[in-house]
């Protein structure tokens, strides 16, 4: 697992904002400025308490020593992150969504794309050891 402070976060994503906007399409929160490490916090803050839970059990998360992540566990958060997107397109809300205690089309969002994004962008900052990669 890997531990990165908002400040380090912050300085990461600076130095490859513009492969960050074309490669993961994240957009900074506030367009006058560099993208920061809030602003990845932000995709990953309106989940629901059960998929937070869940992030969490696979090593995504933020506590007072920064952000928590485990490449390793990646694909099995980007696989339920992909089922919220697509079975609610395919009209069904049972299985992952009742699961994840999911209701309105927002939740596509807040639970499916904004965690693909998240992930995105850490994988393109970190690599296995934790260090920046390009």
């Known amino acids: ?4 402070s908002v400040a380090r976060l912050s300085k990461d994503m600076q130095s490859h904002a513009q492969e ?15 993208p920061d490490g809030n ?12 998929m937070a839970a869940f992030l969490k059990d696979h090593g995504l998360f933020m506590d007072g020593e920064g952000l928590h992540f485990d490449l390793a566990q990646f694909s099995a958060i980007r696989e339920v992150a992909a ?12 299985g992952t969504w009742q699961r994840f205690d999911l209701s309105e089309d927002e939740d596509i969002d807040t639970n ?13 900052l970190y690599d296995q050891k934790g260090q920046p990669s390009g």
């Open 1 to 4: 697992m890997t531990t990165v």
């Open 83 to 94: 089922a919220v997107i697509s079975e609610r397109e395919a009209g069904n809300q049972d």
């Open 112 to 124: 499916g794309g904004y965690i693909l994004t998240a992930l995105a962008v850490l994988e393109l």
């Open 20 to 34: 960050l906007a074309e490669k993961a399409g994240l957009e900074a929160q506030a367009r006058e400025r560099p």
């Open 39 to 50: 602003d990845l916090l932000f995709y990953l803050s309106g989940t629901t308490m059960p």
